[in-house]
């Protein structure tokens, strides 16, 4: 089986523990190709696949054996990855997808449902689910936990022009005002929607998001960097701690 996708990213987003938030979710210019086939024998991951990436979808593969009883169809899988990703998360969300979509013949959304259940059982945030929604709306979205998604009616990319990862990000203990950071972040991630969706500039909210990820975690910007008219910086969730990511939105025909 054999899956050729554009890689998405959660562009709009900052995880605050205890909180559930919007997440807005944009497809970028990168492509990936993705082949699933049976093996001998255990898994294998052919291609530029991160360790935490990997440990991750073991850890998954592990538990959707034991949970969903596809041990006797589990007998080994080789992944074969082709293509340049700018999220790992998006990453392990795509290929553990894959995974679940080839052992069940099909995926729907009592799949993604059920494989959510098992994220979490990892460690995984709300994010998550957003990224495997992806796969099926294939469009920009904005979705927040309880609630239906809600597509854009045209295509919009993120073209990542640069990344850099800020692994060693932490949460800063006993924040004040969590409440309200909480529903500031909320309102900023909403009004990024509707800009993007309107072609607006999304320098306005970016700035207010990327002071909330300092305030939160005390990652920075460096105000060294000229930034482009035309482009952006914004802070993104990685599976280990998040990157900071240079992009330009390019608009594509409505599908």
């Known amino acids: 089986m054999v899956?050729?996708?554009?890689?998405?990213?959660?562009?709009?987003?900052?995880?605050?523990?205890?909180?559930h938030n919007p997440v807005v979710v944009v497809p970028t210019k990168n492509t990936l190709e993705v082949n699933i086939?049976?093996?001998?024998?255990?898994?294998?991951l052919e291609g530029e696949v991160p360790d935490e990436v990997f440990n991750s979808i073991v850890v998954f593969a592990n538990i959707l054996m034991?949970?969903?009883?596809?041990?006797?169809?589990?007998?080994?899988?080789?992944?074969?990855?082709r293509g340049d990703h700018v999220n790992t998360l998006y990453l392990y969300a795509l290929l553990t997808n894959i995974i679940a979509e080839y052992l069940a013949?099909?995926?729907?959304?009592?799949?993604?449902?059920?494989?959510?259940?098992?994220?979490?059982?990892?460690?995984?945030?709300?994010?998550?689910?957003?990224?495997r929604l992806a796969l099926i709306i294939k469009k920009p979205f904005i979705w927040r936990l309880g609630e239906d998604a809600v597509s854009l009616d045209?295509?919009?990319?993120?073209?990542?022009?640069?990344?850099?990862?800020h692994v060693d990000m932490r949460l800063i203990p006993e924040v004040p005002l969590i409440d309200l950071i909480t529903h500031m972040a909320g309102l900023s991630i909403?009004?990024?929607?509707?800009?993007?969706?309107?072609?607006?500039?999304?320098?306005?909210?970016?700035?207010?998001?990327?002071?909330?990820?300092?305030?939160?975690?005390?990652?920075?910007?460096?105000?060294?960097v000229e930034e482009n008219y035309l482009s952006y910086r914004a802070f993104v969730k990685e599976i280990n701690g998040c990157s900071l990511i240079s992009f330009r939105l390019v608009y594509g025909d409505s599908t």
């Open 66 to 81: 034991r949970k969903f009883r596809y041990k006797d169809r589990f007998k080994g899988l080789t992944i074969r990855l």
């Open 190 to 224: 909403i009004e990024g929607f509707k800009c993007i969706g309107e072609g607006r500039s999304l320098r306005g909210v970016l700035r207010i998001m990327n002071s909330l990820w300092h305030i939160l975690y005390g990652v920075h910007l460096d105000e060294d």
């Open 3 to 19: 899956r050729v996708v554009n890689e998405y990213i959660p562009l709009l987003h900052i995880p605050i523990p205890r909180r």
């Open 105 to 131: 013949g099909g995926i729907d959304y009592e799949i993604l449902k059920g494989l959510y259940h098992i994220d979490r059982e990892i460690g995984f945030e709300d994010v998550i689910y957003a990224l």
């Open 154 to 165: 045209k295509m919009v990319y993120a073209e990542v022009t640069s990344r850099s990862l």
């Open 37 to 44: 086939e049976r093996s001998s024998e255990g898994l294998t």
